[in-house]
């Protein structure tokens, strides 16, 4: 009987061990795929927005924004709103940040969302132009698109390790690409440092929180500036 009682408890240990072992690598797994996703939407919205800002600089120093830019302007903005807007749903989804006041000041990334209505809204309906010449007030308010832009990179830079800010001479300003070989904004120090475990790491959640506070300042300018 004793005999049979012990075999009964071993049964049951291995059972509880074999349980918790599967739980353990269910959950392992489940981590590892969702810090893979993050690892990729960290990486093109890091790229995004980096590329943009010298985009933004060269509208801004001509004065004026060709067809070619305005489309991948576009682009840009899109790709930042959807996969940053995926890193704050994400931070808020495993209550990593704050969001107590997000009624009153909306997650950063919204302003990408109004940025891509704002350039996608100066698409002319005339096939034929090719360059739109900016009034004072295009210029004020592409202006304020870049002093957000800057606060996102700065975010990025100063939080995420192997980030790769490009000289402006490396960047195709039409294209919104890096041009040739060069490194992109991303290099393989972000990969190596990210790859395993990024869910857990509270770098990204320092670029969320550093580009919600970094446009507080700009709030009330922006809706004056854009409230047309």
Known sequence: MKHKKTIGMLI?????????????????????YLSLELLNHMSK??????INGYMLDEVIAEEEITMTQLE????????M?????????MARSFNKIDTSDYNIHPYPVYLASDFH??????????????????TDEKLEQFT?????????????AENIKGIHIPKSNMVDTQYGVVK?????????????????????????????????????????????????
């Open 81 to 89: 709103r959807k996969h940053g807007g995926k890193m704050v749903d």
């Open 45 to 50: 919205f890091s790229s995004s927005t980096i």
């Open 72 to 79: 991948n302007m576009k682009d840009k903005y899109e790709q």
């Open 12 to 32: 049951a240990v291995v059972v509880i061990v074999i349980f918790s072992t599967i739980q353990y690598l269910e959950n392992k797994n489940y981590e590892d």
């Open 144 to 156: 304020m698109m870049k002093k957000v832009n800057d606060v996102w990179v700065d975010a990025l």
């Open 180 to 228: 040739g070989e060069q490194t992109p904004p991303t290099k393989d120090e972000y990969f190596d440092t990210y790859r395993e475990g990024t869910i857990h790491n509270k770098d990204w959640i320092r670029v969320i929180e550093q580009m919600q506070e970094g446009i507080y300042e700009f709030e009330r300018e922006i809706n004056l500036i854009f409230n047309d």
């Open 117 to 134: 209505y704002f350039i996608r809204r100066m698409t002319p309906e005339d096939e034929e132009v090719e360059v739109i010449e900016l």
